[in-house]
Nanobody, 114 residues
Framework: QVQLVESGGGLVQPGGSLRLSCAAS???????MGWYRQAPGNELELVAR???????HYAQSVEGRFTISKDIPKNTVDLQMTALKPEDTAVYYC?????????WGKGILVTVSA
C-alpha cells in the first residue's frame, strides 16, 4: 500500500496563497492522485482529482483558485491554493487511487484567518 505524507499546511490570511505537497512512497504515475478536505463539523469533500491523461476535476468551490499538479520524477502531487477564503479552513488529505482501492495520507491542517 502506498504511503502518503502531506506537508505545507499552516495559517494564512484571507486572500493569501499556500502550496500543499504530498510525497508518495511509490511512483505517482501508477495512481490517480487527489486532494480531499474536511472542515470542522462538515463532511469530507473532494477538492481536486487528476485521472492521469484523462483530465482533472475540481470542486466548484475551488475552481479557478486551486491547481493540482503531479511531479512524476519527484513522486509528489501538489495543491496550489490561491485567493484563500476562511471557508477553505480544513484538514486536507492526499489520496492515491488504483484498482478500486484508495490510500489516504494522515492529513494536514490549513487555517485561513486574519
Amino acid at each position: 500500500q502506498v504511503q502518503l505524507v502531506e506537508s505545507g499546511g499552516g495559517l494564512v490570511q484571507p486572500g493569501g496563497s499556500l502550496r500543499l505537497s504530498c510525497a508518495a512512497s511509490e511512483s505517482v504515475d501508477w495512481y490517480g492522485m487527489g486532494w480531499y478536505r474536511q472542515a470542522p463539523g462538515n463532511e469530507l469533500e473532494l477538492v481536486a482529482r487528476e485521472f492521469g491523461g484523462n483530465g482533472i476535476h475540481y470542486a466548484q468551490s475551488v475552481e479557478g483558485r486551486f491547481t493540482i499538479s503531479k511531479d512524476i520524477p519527484k513522486n509528489t502531487v501538489d495543491l496550489q491554493m490561491t485567493a484563500l477564503k476562511p471557508e477553505d479552513t480544513a484538514v486536507y488529505y492526499c489520496t492515491a487511487a488504483r484498482g478500486g482501492h484508495t490510500s489516504w495520507g494522515k492529513g494536514i491542517l490549513v487555517t485561513v484567518s486574519a
